[in-house]
């Protein structure tokens, strides 16, 4: 175990046995209590009870962030630290190798829905055309945003997300322009927008809630979250990410690139793959 991971797994396992200030009703993990869900709403979704990983196949635009890096190392000591927790069974973690930040969704096979889907195609397109025909459409696009993409990471807080979720925000003001000017051209040639385009929050996903926590279990991990985020916007001041990947998934464990966006072709790079299905 590195330093970094082993700091961080002590701290953090100091400040959980302290007392949590925040009210557990404000807490996202929690069942609201005007809420008739049985279980989070990505249950039976992409995945089961369990924890589980079930089909749910689309298309997107994402930057992966590759292994090895200081930025898949914090990730990793984070996903470690919450992990063997009395909330854990709540969580269903992503395997590291699937780390990205979505730059725009695309179209997903169980959203057929206007806005969701492109303008140009029938709602009852297969999901493989619906792919070919961004392909062809995305052939001699021109990025016209200079690389890389360069983010600050600037929440985890139980508090917001009731998953594991990373949120980032371009560095600054020159950068919002550049990645949402990109987002808009993308949209505009695939004619797809998703609702809440405009506002759309950048992230980096690490587990998807699966069952409710109780008040204990909720203020247990909002009790984590600070060191995490410490650790995080320590080693990683700036997060560079590179050309937007065109993908298909058919699960939220791999996401395959087809191409890169803006760029000459070349070979998928290792992170995109399947080979790593570590959870």
């Known amino acids: 175990m590195n330093s970094m ?9 100091m400040l959980a046995c302290g007392t949590a200030v925040a009210a557990a009703k404000s807490l996202a993990p929690m069942r609201p209590a005007d809420s008739v869900q049985s279980y989070p709403s990505d249950v039976d979704r992409k995945f089961d009870a369990k924890g589980g990983v ?8 994402l930057s992966h962030i590759p292994l090895g890096t200081k930025a898949s190392d914090a990730l ?18 992503t395997p590291p190798s699937s780390y ?36 062809r459409k995305l052939a001699g696009f021109q990025l016209r945003a200079p690389l890389p993409l360069r983010m600050r990471i600037v929440d985890f807080s139980a508090h917001r ?15 919002n322009r550049k ?30 809630l699966v069952n409710w926590m109780s008040a204990e279990q909720a203020q247990e991990y909002l009790a984590l979250q600070p060191d995490c985020l410490r650790l995080l916007q320590t080693n990683v ?3 560079e990410l590179g050309a937007p990947e065109f993908c298909v998934f058919n699960d939220m464990y791999a996401f395959d690139m087809q191409l890169r966006v803006g760029q000459p072709p070349q070979s998928a790079p290792l992170s995109a793959t399947r080979g790593n299905k570590e959870a």
């Not at 079930?54 to 997107?60: E, H």
């Not at 949209?187 to 980096?204: K, N, T």
Request: aromatic share 8%; glycine share 6%; with cysteine.
């Open 5 to 13: 991971r082993r700091l961080l797994l002590l701290n953090a396992s």
């Open 54 to 61: 079930l089909r749910f196949s689309g298309n997107t635009f």
């Open 76 to 93: 990793i000591a984070v996903r470690d630290t919450i992990k063997g927790r009395s909330f854990t069974h709540c969580l269903a973690f």
């Open 100 to 135: 990205h930040m979505t730059v725009i969704q695309g179209a997903d096979d169980a959203v057929r829905q206007p806005g969701h889907w492109p303008a140009d195609l029938p709602l009852d397109t297969p999901l493989d055309a619906c792919t070919a025909h961004f392909e």
């Open 161 to 175: 997300d009731s998953g594991a979720t990373v949120r980032l925000e371009p560095i600054d003001a020159a950068e």
């Open 179 to 208: 990645i949402r000017g990109l987002r808009d051209r993308i949209a505009d040639l695939l004619e797809i927008r998703a609702p809440g385009h405009e506002q759309y929050g950048f992230h980096v996903t690490l587990a998807y």
């Open 237 to 239: 001041p700036v997060l």
